[in-house]
DNA sequence: GTCTATAAATAGATAGAC
DNA sequence: GTCTATCTATTTATAGAC
């Protein structure tokens, strides 16, 4: 049962987000579970209490995440809207989803670099399933006449990439600041409405 | 003095090389300097003997990566094509420097997920200069009416974060693949061109 | 469910011979 | 420049009391 305004976190949930903070800073090799304890003021040996390792704890939180980006897609997938909607509703999908859980942008970024080590069976059927579904939406539109044939995986990367990059640069982006470097500000409005314009752009063909 | 065809490699070159891999593939702090030397076949401790610690040979890494990339996307800008040859010569630069140092989207992916905690000025330096160099391209299509002005780090955005994307996911799409997820296959040139032409679109001002 | 104390292994670093 | 042996600190994990 989750926490809400009436339960408290028990220790399970404070835990849990202590630890998906720390390894988004510092990698699975580089998290330390002294620390996730501390930050979650809970006692380091309920860790193995409630996950069982420093391993499975990390799985399920590689798991949650996906999962839940997964569903959030399928909702928008099936909606009723036209594929423009959709392809918007899917950009919108990532980038809420990224700033819910702040630790998703990082740690994808690092599961990537590391050739998806920890990735997991139901960890890659939901990885897959978000670019089907995506490449679902592109189908429909190229069946109604609205858009034109794209590899799904170009659009993807198209999406996903800079969303997540956006989110994920925060701290780099502010530490490039401090350092004098000039770097123009980005909103978040203002990245998502550009990629959902040029997703749009692709898919309608206005760049041949 | 870097090693040719005629000087074979010392072991200070084969560390580096060593320690590249061992960092793109764990991390800073999942890297372990017995491994780089084993991989290197080079003792331990010519490690400390070279680079004096793990965190300064990595930093080495850093620097060293930039600075080609740097150097590499300055001579784009300073060349004499017109802005569309130079965003097209932009794109590929990033990508060839990532396929002739594969550590370095990994490497780059996990440097942003810890919020550049290893980027020291000199890095900065020459992060910043890359956007500079792009701003500027950008500056000079909008100065010949042949641009519209974009915030620099959209389009920076834009081409960096797929470029990356797609060559630090290759070995996460290999897995997905054996996984038996049917992911549409991407290969190099069509990502490096798909890149140019969205660029030139959203510069161009096709997509309003 | 929670906490203390500690086992056991790993890994960065160095001394010192050659 | 290279190598062996080793020191030391860190860290995951567990046993066992409450």
Redesign the interface.
Known sequence: MPPTATTPLGSRDKLFAAAAAEF???????ANVDRIARAAAVNKAMIYYHFESKAKLYRQILCDMFHAVGERVRIVAGSDGTPEDKIRGFVEAIASEAEARPHF???W????????TH?D?EV??D??GI??ML?GIIQEGVGAGRFQPV????VH??I???V???F?????R???DQ?G??????ERQ??VE??Q??T???LEG??S
């Open positions: 988004a800073a510092h990698g699975f090799a580089g942008p990082p740690i970024f690092r599961e990537v670099a590391e050739g998806g990735v069976e890659a059927r990885l897959s670019v089907q490449a590899n799904p995986m170009l990367g198209g996903i990439a800079p997540m990059m956006f994920a640069s925060k701290g780099l502010e530490r490039l350092s470097a000039r770097i123009p500000h980005l203002q990245v550009h990629i314009r040029v749009l752009g692709v206005k760049l």
